[in-house]
């Protein structure tokens, strides 16, 4: 009678097997671990993503067309957070479009001075980010919506081979000190000029000079000024199609089950784009954000009250429930300590401040909050300190934050765009009123018809 059992050589084979089978999902679920482990530590250069960016599938068409516009904006904000430089491509951005011309972007940069890495607080940093790396969509050369014929964007190294000798533009040939300093001057006045500019230039190719300051200049951002120019930019598809990058959506799908608690980790999540089929444009059910700022941002929180300084722009819809009036008695250095107190309140809250007004958001949100996600840079045992007191104050589905995520090497640079997809998707957001990223979050929402009361501050 014939045997059927397996031989000792069998064994071992079937064993190895079954080893790899569990062994090799978890190198690779843990690559960008495993690839770090191997280059001594130092930060992604992100290679892929720059290659890909310069070949565009556009770009062969665009080679041989000779009616495609571009404007290029070498003054965009650089050595700066992501929150600042984002508004900066915003209006960039938006430029571009309302001109007919294909905006021409560049790379999220921290050091110009052409190095790889920059040391920041102890810690090597990329020099530069592809932006492809951060967003996706429109900005980056993704189709228009649509009926909307302005060219797609391009790259600045695409820019370069097309429009070697471009026009160039100083800030200076129109923004004068009226339109720099005067708070009576509409955002929206500037942004027509610049129009009217640009309109008036027949070469395809216009540089905005790199040595120019921005058209919108960083104190224009923290003035209700600026809210005059949402007339165009709330119907333009630089906010209403604003995208995320791939490498932002597989960090979501990687930590998924944080900001949707009936989801359940799995190894193999976030291995493929289909892994979950979700609508990113819907809000997260349920989801209450808060963006809490900690850290150096607390003598942040003291300047902005010695010198009176106003939330920024996109923070300040008149239709919002959250407002802040700026005291009048204060300004130029100096402020009482009621004032300053107030700024505490509002910029730098407390555990016992954050749980009150998140309680009162709960009641009075016209949807249900079950669960929250706390976008913060605070230390592990204050946030876990955070999360104990809010858990306390009501029965919360889940509470979880920026310190529980599970992300690669390459997400781990760019993952405050992470906190920003989350919190444009959450149901109700509870940011801080000074700060850029949550700024541009509302920004978002807003342009996507999330309900103003939606968005609530500290």
């Not at 050595?79 to 938006?94: A, E, H, I, K, R």
């Not at 957001?429 to 700024?439: A, C, F, H, K, V």
Request: proline residues 6%; contains cysteine; charged residues 20%.
């Amino acid at each position: 009678m014939p045997s059927y059992g397996l031989t000792k050589r069998g064994i071992r084979f079937l064993f190895l097997a079954i080893l790899l089978c569990f062994v090799f999902p978890g190198i690779i679920y843990h690559r960008e671990a495993v690839r770090n482990y191997f280059t001594d530590h130092l930060p992604p250069l992100y290679e892929d993503y720059r290659e890909r960016e310069q070949n565009l599938e556009h770009y062969k068409e665009y080679e041989t067309r000779k009616d495609v516009k571009y404007l290029w904006s070498a003054n965009h904000a650089h050595s700066s957070g992501w929150g600042n430089v984002m508004q900066d491509y915003v209006m960039n951005g938006l430029l571009a479009h309302t001109t007919g011309r294909s905006f021409v972007f560049d790379d999220y940069i921290w050091n110009p001075d052409g190095s790889l890495f920059t040391d920041y607080n102890g810690h090597l940093i990329p020099s530069r980010i592809p932006l492809t790396a951060l967003l996706g969509g429109v900005m980056v050369g993704g189709e228009m919506p649509p009926g909307d014929t302005t060219p797609r964007a391009v790259s600045k190294g695409f820019f370069n081979k097309v429009c070697p000798h471009p026009t160039v533009v100083h800030v200076t040939d129109v923004n004068d000190d009226r339109m720099r300093f005067d708070e009576s001057v509409p955002a929206a006045y500037v942004l027509e000029k610049w129009i009217e500019k640009i309109n008036s230039i027949e070469d395809p190719c216009v540089e905005i000079s790199g040595k120019s300051e921005a058209i919108f200049e960083y104190w224009i951002f923290g003035h209700k000024r600026m809210l005059s120019v949402w007339k165009y930019l709330e119907h333009s598809p630089v906010s209403t199609h604003w995208g995320w990058s791939p490498l932002i959506h597989d960090a979501y799908r990687r930590n998924r089950h944080i900001f949707v608690p009936s989801a359940k980790p799995t190894l193999f999540e976030g291995l493929t784009r289909s892994a979950v089929a979700e609508n990113y444009t819907k809000p997260i059910p349920g989801l209450l954000a808060l963006h809490v700022r900690r850290g150096d941002f607390q003598n942040h929180c003291v300047h902005l009250g010695k010198w009176s300084s106003n939330w920024n722009a996109f923070n300040m819809f008149p239709e919002f429930s959250d407002k802040f009036s700026r005291p009048t008695d204060g300004g130029w250095g100096e402020t009482s300590d009621k004032n300053m107190q107030m700024y505490l309140q509002r910029c730098f809250p407390t555990i016992d401040q954050i749980v009150q007004k998140v309680m009162q958001v709960r009641v009075e949100s016209e949807q249900p909050l079950t669960h929250i996600y706390i976008m913060t840079n605070g230390v592990v045992d204050w946030v876990e300190e955070l999360k104990e007191a809010l858990g306390n104050s009501g029965n919360w589905d889940q509470i979880k934050s920026s310190r529980d995520l599970d992300i690669t090497w390459e997400q781990k640079f760019v993952v405050q765009a992470l906190d920003m997809f989350v919190a444009q998707r959450s149901e109700v957001l509870i940011g801080n009123g000074w700060s850029s990223l949550t700024s541009n979050v509302v920004m978002l929402r807003m342009a996507r018809g999330s309900p103003p009361d939606s968005n609530r501050f500290w």
